[in-house]
Each structure stands twice: as C-alpha cells, then as structure tokens.
C-alpha cells in the first residue's frame, strides 16, 4: 500500500470489469479456498462510504476519505471495488504509467481466502497492460507477509527496502515489482465480460 503524500489530479475516466475469472494459479486450485466470483466496477464516490469503514478498519494509517475523492478524479488512476450482492467487499487501485504503480489493495476480513484479491491484482495487471506499462511495482509493509505472498504468487519481487516509509510505525516498506512482458497470456484473467471504456486504451 502506498503511504499517502504524493498528490493526485486529473479527470476520472471509466473502465468497467465483470471479473468472472480464474486469476492466476487458480486452475491449480482444487482443494485450495472456495472462490467467491465479484463484481468489478470503477469505484464512485458513493461507495466510500464502506471503503473507508474497510480502510480503517485493516490499515493503521489508512487512506482519509478526502485521498480517495483526490484519486477519483485523477486523470491516471483507477480504482475499482468489489461487489459480492450489492455489497463492498474490497477495493483496489493503480497509477497508470510506464511503470505503473499498485497504491492499494484491500479485502474485508469476512470474505478473504476467496480469490477477491486475485481477482482485483489480475484487473489491475491486465490494465497496466492495457495501458502500455513496462513494469508494474508496489510497497508492502515488511512485516505484512499475507500481501507478499499474493504478490510473489503474481510474479512481484522485492527489488528494493525503503526504510522507516511507513513514518507513523517506522515501519520499512519492502519495494516489489513485476516485468509486465512476464504477464504471460496464460496468466491473464480469463474474464467473461471485460469492457474498457477509456477512448485512450
Ligand atoms: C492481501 C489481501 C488483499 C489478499 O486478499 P484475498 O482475497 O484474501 O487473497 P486471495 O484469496 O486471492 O489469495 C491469493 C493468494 O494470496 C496468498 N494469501 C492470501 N491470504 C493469505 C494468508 N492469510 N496467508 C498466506 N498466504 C495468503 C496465497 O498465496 C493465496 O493463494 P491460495 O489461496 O491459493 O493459497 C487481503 O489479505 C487483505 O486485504 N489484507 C489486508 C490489506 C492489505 O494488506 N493489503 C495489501 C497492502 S500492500
């Protein structure tokens, strides 16, 4: 999760995913955790409500609602939450770029183990693709082992520590990042219904 400072703006544009999909290492799945397919869809401003109820409630520095409404309408970000019956049960986003950049990922406790945040980092990689990126990177707290994992699972690798960047906990942040030609064919999402509404895409 990337520790907030860095100003957003810009314009919202919309994409809209149905993620139906297996995302990755999900064939190797049986056995493992039953899936719970979401909906996808650009996050609005009315759904910031139960974001931040979820934000605050998994981050000890969370994100003010006002970084999210700042995010909104950045003309380079997406963000994007997860529906289970009309419900928020996640949220995710990304800076778009050459090298573009994961700012958040989150699941509500009640609905983890299910493939919601393989569904959402599949979403946001198939957008950097998308999007032309090269690379893809991210920080994670050192100490959040269950996050690296499902990076590692994705193909991220830590390339680099920052240091105390979680200023509040001086906490350092491990720098993790994957090579966007890595994203084979194989591993991209197998959605059913995956429209991008963006003119620039
Ligand atoms: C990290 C997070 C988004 C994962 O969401 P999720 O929907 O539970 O993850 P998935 O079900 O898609 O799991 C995918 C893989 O991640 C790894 N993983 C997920 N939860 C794990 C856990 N508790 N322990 C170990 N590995 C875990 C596993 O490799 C898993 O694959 P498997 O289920 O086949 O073993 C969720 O735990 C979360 O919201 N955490 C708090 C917020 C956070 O830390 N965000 C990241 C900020 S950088």
């Known amino acids: 999760m990337q520790a907030l400072g860095q100003e957003l703006s810009g314009e919202r544009k919309g994409e809209i995913a149905v993620a139906d999909s297996a995302a990755s290492g999900d064939a190797k799945m049986t056995g493992g ?9 650009p996050m609005t401003a009315t759904d910031l409500g139960e974001v931040d109820a979820i934000e605050r409630d998994l981050f000890p520095s969370p994100w003010p609602r006002k970084a999210f409404l700042r995010a909104l309408k950045s003309r380079d970000t997406r963000f994007f939450t997860a529906f289970e019956s ?6 995710a986003g990304m800076r778009l770029g050459d090298s573009a950049h994961i ?7 009640d609905y983890r183990r299910r493939k919601i945040g393989s569904q959402m980092l599949a979403l946001l990689l198939d957008l950097a693709v998308r999007h032309g990126a090269r690379c893809v990177t991210l920080e994670v707290r ?11 699972k994705f193909g991220f690798a830590p390339v680099a520590v920052r240091k105390g960047y979680y200023a509040r906990e001086k906490e350092s942040a491990i ?7 890595k994203w084979a064919a194989s ?15």
Do not use: C, F, W
Request: charged letters at 20%; a positive charge; aromatic letters at 4%.
């Open 33 to 41: 955790p039953r899936k719970l397919t979401v909906t996808l869809l």
């Open 86 to 91: 009309g419900t928020v049960v996640g949220y």
């Open 103 to 109: 700012l958040n990922i989150a699941v509500h406790r």
């Open 142 to 152: 050192s100490s959040n082992t269950t996050a690296q994992s499902i990076y590692r």
């Open 175 to 181: 720098v993790m990042a994957k090579e966007i030609g």
């Open 187 to 201: 591993e991209r999402p197998r959605a059913t219904e995956q429209r991008a509404l963006d003119p620039g895409v």
